[in-house]
């Protein structure tokens, strides 16, 4: 049983350009939530997918967007990096909408110079 | 800006010891606190969670204490062994609209020594 998949695992930009991350969600999972870790912090939510809607959104800026398709996978995509982009991006996926059965994947190391 | 305060940043503990690490937070309305374990290179992984009813739960070596009244709650490492060696996150879930969010705490790199 797959868990959750997230490419690519290392990422390296350039400051002002834009970057676009991917997440398959577990098997039987039908909803996607996305966290940024900076180093050595705890990860912070950005926004949720669910019926490939955005349905909750933390306190990041419209830089950062998403989409989930019918699949259930969805992108993070990130405009005009900043070098305080860089940190682990982190998917996590879920049956329904609460946090309570979350699986995270491994995360997108993404560095921006 | 709700928060969850996490202590200690790091634990060094010998093979065999206890390792407590707690965690307070301040809005009222979380209702629910699972914790995390977080090896380099991977993503966070659920050890244990817990529900504000209830004051204690065990899972095998791993235990939440939970004072609701304080708003904190510690999760203690019976019989540490060098493979808990990971970085430990407490996290709370807000109720109603914001269930899909977890806040986490900043995390404490927990070191067993042999």
């Known amino acids: 049983d797959a868990g959750v998949t997230q490419s690519p695992t290392h990422l390296i930009k350039t400051r002002g350009q834009q970057v676009t991350l991917r997440c398959s969600p577990k098997s039987g999972h039908d909803t996607v939530s996305w966290y940024q870790q900076a180093l050595g912090q705890g990860p912070q939510f950005i926004f949720q997918?669910?019926?490939?809607?955005?349905?909750q959104r933390g306190n990041f800026p419209d830089r950062f967007s998403g989409h989930q398709f019918p699949n259930y996978s969805s992108e993070l995509n990130v405009n005009a990096l900043l070098l305080g982009d860089s940190a682990l991006y982190l998917c996590?996926?879920?049956?329904?909408?609460?946090?309570?059965?979350?699986?995270f994947g491994s995360g997108t190391r993404l560095t921006v110079v | 800006q709700q928060q969850v305060k996490q202590s200690p940043q790091s634990l060094i503990v010998q093979k065999g010891g206890i390792s407590i690490i707690n965690c307070a937070y301040e809005?009222?309305?979380?209702?629910?606190f699972p914790w995390y374990q977080q090896f380099p290179g991977k993503g966070p992984a659920l050890l244990i969670a817990?529900?504000?009813?209830?004051s204690e739960k065990k899972e095998g070596r791993f235990t939440i204490s939970f004072n609701k009244s304080a708003k904190q709650f510690s999760l203690h490492i019976m019989d540490s062994q060098p493979g808990d060696s990971a970085t430990y996150f407490c996290a709370a879930r807000g109720s109603g609209g914001s269930q899909g969010n977890l806040i986490f705490g900043k995390g404490t790199k927990l070191s067993v020594k042999p």
């Open positions: 809005n009222t309305a979380f209702d629910y």
């Open positions: 996590a996926s879920s049956l329904g909408q609460g946090a309570r059965g979350y699986t």
């Open positions: 997918y669910y019926e490939e809607e955005e349905r």
């Open positions: 817990i529900r504000p009813d209830v």
